[in-house]
């Protein structure tokens, strides 16, 4: 950020606290949080004041832009959370399938694609159909 998206972050804060911008303050706060792209400040500021009733400082946003990088960075996409949902639910994830050969921990594969929902030989914990029938 340049000094001009710091003072509008400064802008942001004193829409919410009243604070006074002094060109003091807009050095200070530049250099703390300078560095910082503009965009995942002013969301670091909306998510304090969400949250918490004291008065913002540059410390505080960049410790919730860490936790914002965090975030983008380890969360699972959305298909693979829906995709776990079944096989969490039913305790199947746990447990090795002997229809795809899918390990503990690892989702099934039939036809080679992880799918959103377990064999059904997993999910009951024995051999159905065909299987049992070869199995005796």
Known sequence: MNRADTTQVLELVAGYDCRE??????????????????????????????????????????????????????????????????YTITGAINDHCPDCGAQPGHTCTRHGHETAMPCISRLLGRPVGNRQQSAH
């Open 21 to 86: 911008i002094t060109a003091d303050l807009i050095s200070e706060w530049h250099t703390a949080i300078g560095h910082l792209d503009r965009a995942v400040a002013e969301e670091a500021v909306h998510i304090h004041h969400k949250t918490t009733g004291f008065r913002i400082t540059p410390e505080a946003v960049l410790d919730i832009t860490q936790q914002i990088q965090t975030r983008t960075t380890t969360t699972p996409n959305r298909k693979r959370r829906a995709r776990m949902g079944t």
